[in-house]
């Protein structure tokens, strides 16, 4: 949850229709996530069913809803899907099972805290924070960027629609009431809210 400095000046509420006008922010931080690294990674996958992003800093959704994100030319950051409660990444992680096959496990629960960022003016939400320009035409779905915002580091993936702008970002799970609450700072003059994940569609 966010501060009460935060709360003083960005509302609760669910995602009401239309909401897209307004600029939401809903933590995603408990919905499993799972790296892998290494040059037989990108054939493991494969062959678990994943379709993956043909370039680096590209990232897919599956059919099933979670995602896939190619982070260089043989990692791989998997994102759960709200669908199943990130059951199929959750399984993922827990089936791997180390062996001689250049293909590593990345746990990405502890160490990485998860933020959606939704609405029309997310990019000039993220521009107060981060020098990259995010803004569509730069940055379009599928786009992943690797970079800093608020003095930290951070990914930036593009996972949103024409009808629906959505940023997934991704940092150290340590700095997650400090970027949270720059991140409502930011929000404030867009009408920003936080949403409750179960709230999200």
């Known amino acids: 949850m966010s501060s009460l400095n935060a709360e003083n000046h960005i509302g609760r509420a669910p995602l009401a229709h239309g909401g897209l006008q307004q600029c939401t922010l809903a933590d995603l931080t408990e919905v499993p996530r799972v790296g892998f690294r290494g040059q037989q990674s990108a054939d ?5 069913g994943f379709d993956l992003p043909q370039a680096a800093n590209r990232a ?74 995010l803004r569509p035409q730069s ?3 599928g786009a992943v960027a690797q970079t800093s915002a608020a003095r930290i580091n951070v990914i930036v993936i593009n996972l949103g629609s024409q009808g629906l702008p959505t940023f997934q970002i991704l940092f150290d799970r340590a700095s997650l009431e400090y970027f949270k609450d720059a991140l409502l700072d930011a929000m404030a003059e867009f009408d920003g809210q936080v949403v409750e994940i179960q709230a999200l569609d």
């Open 44 to 48: 493991y996958l494969q062959a678990r």
């Open 60 to 133: 897919l959704t599956q059919a099933d809803a979670c995602h896939v994100a190619r982070l260089s030319q043989t990692e791989y950051l998997l994102l759960g899907s709200l669908r199943d409660g990130g059951e199929r990444i959750a399984d993922e992680e827990a089936r791997w099972e180390l062996d001689h096959s250049a293909h590593y496990l990345l746990p990405r629960q502890d160490s990485h805290a998860w933020l959606q960022l939704s609405g029309v003016c997310i990019a000039q939400v993220m521009a107060k924070l981060c020098g990259v320009d």
């Open 139 to 141: 940055f379009a779905p």
